[in-house]
């Protein structure tokens, strides 16, 4: 893995630790947060989870390709999600990163997913 791949896989690694830990911390938030974005209620007791360990192994360079991969699919999946929300003119509160991002969705999200998405593509080429 080059070095530019290996700073892509860690920061986007922290990203989603961050992402995961920070749904944990939201507490019952969360959930509330989650069905307001029109997402399965099956994901609130599990995405964070999934953030944590997707994160972990990118951090720790394990299981490449395949955390890159599953990490690329869930950018694109929140992307969707908050274009799909945006279209129809409505703007939940995120809460991609628990209560620190507690404001309505906007073009900023879809704009951040673009770097995350960027961070995957580059992690996955190393």
Same mark, same amino acid.
């Given at each position: 893995m080059n070095t530019v791949s290996l700073i892509a896989s860690i920061v986007l690694g922290i990203t989603f630790v961050v992402a995961g830990?920070?749904?944990l911390a939201a507490g019952p938030a969360w959930p509330v947060h989650v069905a307001?974005?029109?997402a399965p209620a099956l994901t609130a007791p599990v995405l964070p989870w999934v953030e944590l360990s997707v994160g972990a %192994? =990118? +951090?720790?360079?394990l299981f490449e390709p395949v955390a890159?991969?599953?990490a690329i %699919? =869930? +950018?694109?999946?929140?992307?969707?999600l908050i274009a799909r929300r945006l279209s129809q003119g409505r703007r939940p509160v995120c809460a991609c990163f628990g209560a620190w991002s507690a404001k309505p969705i906007g073009r900023g999200h879809?704009?951040?997913?673009?770097?995350?998405l960027a961070l995957g593509v580059l992690a996955?080429?190393?």
């Open positions: 830990g920070a749904k307001a974005l029109g %192994a =990118l +951090i720790a360079q890159a991969i599953v %699919a =869930l +950018i694109l999946t929140f992307t969707a879809l704009v951040r997913n673009a770097v995350m996955l080429l190393g």
